[in-house]
Nanobody, 116 residues
Framework: QVQLVESGGGLVQPGGSLRLSCAAS?????????MRWYRQAPGKQRELVAG???????NYADSVKGRFAISRDNAKNTVYLQMNSLKPEDTAVYYC?????????WGQGTQVTVSS
């Protein structure tokens, strides 16, 4: 089993920044695991925000390119999402995800609210 625990969400004003963390534990070879961040806003489908491979190649949704950055620290089994220039439309629950050794794992989510 693999556990993913997100943290770092909260309330921030438009234009502000937050850094989300996702700590992985359990039977995971973290260094070879591709990791992703998804988000789900009320009444909307869950969408991919950013992904990072085991070799640290990254990809982003068009809506966050240039504002968000995904990174990983294999020594800490942790993946991060640095979010800058936040907009009200970034408000959502953010989830960490991995597909590892044939199984899908999700974290419990962390709420990000962008509002003045």
């Amino acid at each position: 089993q693999v556990q993913l625990v997100e943290s770092g969400g909260g309330l921030v004003q438009p234009g502000g920044s937050l850094r989300l963390s996702c700590a992985a534990s359990g039977t995971i070879f973290f260094s070879i695991a591709a990791m992703r961040w998804y988000r789900q806003a009320p009444g909307k489908q869950r969408e991919l925000v950013a992904g990072i491979t085991s070799s640290s190649s990254t990809n982003y949704a068009d809506s966050v390119k240039g504002r968000f950055a995904i990174s990983r620290d294999n020594a800490k089994n942790t993946v991060y999402l640095q979010m800058n220039s936040l907009k009200p439309e970034d408000t959502a629950v953010y989830y960490c995800y991995t597909f590892h050794r044939g199984n899908t794992y999700w974290g419990q989510g962390t709420q990000v609210t962008v509002s003045s």
